[in-house]
Nanobody
Framework: QVQLVESGGGLVQAGGSLRLSCAASGRTFSNYAIAWFRQVPGKEREFVASISWHGVMTRYADSVKGRFTISRDNAKNTVYLQMSSLKPEDTAVYYC??????????????????WGQGTQVTVSS
């Protein structure tokens, strides 16, 4: 079992920045690929970014490329999502998710076994 806890969400003005954290406990964190997804009411969960277990490979949704950066610190069992140049359309509940090894499709929510409870990000215009 892996337990994930997100933090760092909040209210920010458009153009501002936030850094989300995903703290993991349980099994060996460094064996797990981690992704961030987001969801707004009435819509499906949307892929945001992912990072491989070794941290070498990262992927981003086109909508956040160049504005968001995902990183991990395996010594601290934590993955970060640095969000800059935020837009109102980034408003959502952000979730981190984990899967052991290298999934066949980093952007599919179906491949992730463990999920956090989510943290709200609200970007005002």
């Amino acid at each position: 079992q892996v337990q994930l806890v997100e933090s760092g969400g909040g209210l920010v003005q458009a153009g501002g920045s936030l850094r989300l954290s995903c703290a993991a406990s349980g099994r060996t964190f460094s064996n797990y690929a981690i992704a961030w997804f987001r969801q707004v009411p009435g819509k499906e969960r949307e892929f945001v970014a992912s990072i491989s277990w070794h941290g070498v490979m990262t992927r981003y949704a086109d909508s956040v490329k160049g504005r968001f950066t995902i990183s991990r610190d395996n010594a601290k069992n934590t993955v970060y999502l640095q969000m800059s140049s935020l837009k109102p359309e980034d408003t959502a509940v952000y979730y981190c998710a984990a899967v052991q090894g290298s999934p066949y499709d980093f952007s599919s929510s179906d491949v992730y076994d463990y999920w956090g409870q989510g943290t709200q990000v609200t970007v005002s215009s």
